[in-house]
């Protein structure tokens, strides 16, 4: 079995910024594609970024410039970097390897 952690949520006023933390750990022998999606209330599931292990990167055209995603391979470790937030980029955040999902992160972008 495969768990994994989000880290790194809280509540942040609008501009500012987050570093989101996703450490994969079990049954994990490194996916090719580890990603970030995020649900709001009332709201489906979206995607906001993935990364494979070769480099390529996918964002959602909602906060690209904005986010960053990395990821430690060595660490089993997926990051998200999200600078420059918007009341509309609140939401809980979840981290997944295609197949599992952590448990979430709440992100709160507020004055």
């Known amino acids: 079995q495969v768990q994994l952690v989000e880290s790194g949520g809280g509540l942040v006023q609008p501009g500012g910024s987050l570093r989101l933390s996703c450490v994969a750990s079990g049954n994990f022998i490194g996916s090719y594609v580890m990603g970030w999606y995020r649900q709001a209330p009332g709201k489906q599931r979206e995607l906001v970024a993935t990364?494979?292990?070769?480099?390529?990167?996918n964002y959602a055209d909602s906060v690209m410039g904005r986010f960053t995603i990395s990821r430690d391979n060595a660490k089993n470790t997926v990051y998200l970097q999200m600078n420059t937030l918007k009341p509309e980029d609140t939401a809980v955040y979840y981290c997944?390897?295609?197949?599992?999902w952590g448990q979430g992160t709440q992100v709160t972008v507020s004055s």
């Open positions: 997944t390897e295609g197949t599992h």
């Open positions: 990364k494979t292990t070769t480099g390529t990167t």
